[in-house]
């Protein structure tokens, strides 16, 4: 008798302590496979969880995040909504399934839902970031630089915010403009798309050499741009440099054979250094795809 009850003493000592506490230790592996970038095993640990203790806000919120990482957006709205439900001050979860909406081009439904993640987080600078780009899309462009502006007041070292200040900014000084672009630069020197529109706004303002440098660097993170060889091709030309704006060219096609506005440029190229065949080939191709420009010159120089 004496051994059955040291038994079950053993026996209950073992037992969890709650059932909450086995929910949570499916949460935390499910975290540890989020920073695996293992999604899906994620899913199934937060699934888990959340048959063990259905009320598990937290639970429901990263299997949302999961979904979202593996372009499941539907599911993770639904996720995010069942947060929201059991706690209706989950900021994270209305900033993310506004996030959500953003992807599915709901854009309207998006603003509110990060209005009401900045109604609970006044300082949440991933809600103004990306209620700022709903704003973009739906060209409400004041208030897109109101929100990019003030996630960097939040977060000063918010790359994409100054990024994407840069891109709404159209009305602004140029001067303006590239500043931001060259914040973000600074901020993250592999950012391609911020060199990219840096070198683009350094080309509109009459510096081709620093586009050229701009443009070489969105090249050195993504070798097969063929946008950035058009355009450093272009600035290339304008310094009367034509041998080697014809090699970008190229390059640029090799990279998108369908590139109208390349085989232009590259035609153009050619009629300067007096290959009017090479030239007028390249115009009947960019003609053949459309190209607006090489229809003109192919029916002026061509025929």
Avoid at 105 to 133: C, L, Q, V
């Amino acid at each position: 008798m004496k051994t059955l009850f040291v038994f079950i003493a053993i026996f209950a000592f073992s037992l969890p302590t709650s059932i909450c506490q086995t929910a949570n230790e499916y949460y935390s592996s499910g975290g540890n496979k989020i920073e695996l970038n293992d999604y899906k095993g994620a899913i199934d640990d937060y699934s888990k969880a959340i048959e063990i203790n259905p009320d598990f806000a937290d639970a429901y919120y990263s299997r949302g995040f999961a979904k979202n990482r593996i372009g499941d957006y539907k599911g993770a709205i639904a996720d995010f909504t069942k947060a929201i439900e059991i706690n209706p001050e989950h900021s994270k979860a209305y900033c993310n399934r506004g996030f959500s909406k953003n992807v599915l081009t709901d854009y309207r439904a998006a603003i509110s839902d990060f209005i009401k993640a900045i109604e609970i987080n006044p300082d949440y600078s991933d809600a103004y970031y990306n209620r700022g780009f709903a704003k973009v899309i739906l060209e409400d462009r004041t208030g897109a630089i109101a929100d990019f502006t003030r996630a960097i007041e939040i977060n000063p070292n918010f790359a994409e915010a100054y990024f994407s200040r840069g891109y709404a900014n159209k009305d602004s000084d140029l001067k303006e403009i590239i500043a931001d672009f060259t914040k973000a630069i600074e901020l993250n020197q592999n950012y391609s798309e911020a060199y990219f529109f840096r070198g683009g706004a350094n080309l509109f303002i009459g510096d081709p050499k620093a586009a050229i440098a701009d443009f070489s660097e969105v090249i050195r993170i993504n070798p097969e741009e063929a946008e950035s060889y058009l355009y450093r091709g272009k600035a290339k030309a304008s310094l009367g440099d034509i041998e080697t704006a014809i090699v970008d060219y190229t390059k640029a096609i090799e990279f998108n054979s369908k590139y109208a506005e390349a085989y232009y440029s590259r035609g153009a190229a050619k009629i300067i250094l007096d290959d009017k065949k090479g030239g007028c080939l390249d115009f009947k191709i960019a003609a053949e795809l459309g190209d607006k420009n090489a229809i003109d010159y192919f029916n002026k120089l061509c025929k």
